[in-house]
């Protein structure tokens, strides 16, 4: 079987527009990872090793829940892994220090190296069915009749993660991806959809979204978010 082609969005407002029907916005998103970097620039040298991930994904998290806990999101554990999960759709966010930077032609790589449990949470959300819909011979990019009938069918209950990258000159790149599986090497294989969040080269964050209540209205609470280099 052939990897298939991800999904990939990067255009501001069809981003929007997809973070929507996920039940997520940009804006909260932001705030994530301005927490996990909080976390990670906490640490010092004389921290142990791997303090500065740890720190990262916890504050992430912790973030993550404080926004999107009782949003139409629930706190979720299943496997063993910390993730947000949809009360109707069943879809689940978990929080991911990045190797490298993001939303370029590399595909996305998990910092540390993905078991069984990752396996089983992706094989769970319906992804590894959905890889299956692609082949050697039919490619959906090549078919423009099946396109957006194939790149549509991201699964319903899909696990998205938010992979994070700093780097030490103080930027960040950030990105929302769908994984198909866990490979032999231990980290992700491949991906069925990306969604640019923050791209290299971005000096600064503008958030204009607000929050939206459960009724679609505006609930009010804007969000600036604001990253100084460190």
């Known amino acids: 079987m ?24 940009r804006a909260g998103l932001l705030e994530v ?8 620039y906490d640490a010092v040298p004389n ?9 990262s994904r916890q504050f992430g998290t912790r973030r993550m829940r404080d926004i999107y806990l009782g949003r139409g999101w629930e706190r979720n554990t299943d496997t063993n892994i910390d993730s947000i999960r949809h009360a109707e759709s069943g879809a689940r966010v978990i ?27 992706v094989e769970s959300s319906g992804q590894l069915h959905m890889s299956r819909l692609f082949d050697a011979d039919h ?23 938010l992979f994070v990258h700093p780097t ?14 866990v490979g032999s090497d231990g980290n992700f294989d491949g991906f069925f959809e990306r969604i640019h969040l923050i791209k ?6 503008s958030i204009e979204d607000d ?20």
Not at 151 to 161: K, L, M, R
């Open 139 to 161: 490619n959906p990019y090549d078919a423009p009749d099946r396109a957006d009938e194939i790149a549509g069918e991201t699964p319903f209950n899909a696990a998205f993660y």
């Open 168 to 181: 030490k000159a103080g930027e960040v790149t950030a990105e929302l991806a769908a994984p198909n599986g």
């Open 2 to 25: 052939m990897r298939q082609i991800p999904k990939t969005i990067s255009d501001p407002e069809l981003v929007s527009a997809r973070l929507g029907e996920i039940g997520l916005c």
């Open 95 to 121: 929080f991911q220090n990045a190797e490298r930077p993001l939303c370029g032609v590399d595909l996305p790589r998990a910092a540390s190296s993905k078991g069984q449990a990752s396996k089983d949470l």
């Open 33 to 40: 990872v301005q927490a996990s970097l909080v976390g990670r």
């Open 200 to 205: 290299t080269g971005d000096q600064s964050w």
């Open 47 to 55: 921290d142990p090793i791997g303090t500065a991930g740890h720190r």
């Open 211 to 230: 929050f939206q209540d459960d009724d679609g209205g505006d609930s009010g609470q804007e969000l600036a978010v604001e990253v100084t280099r460190k």
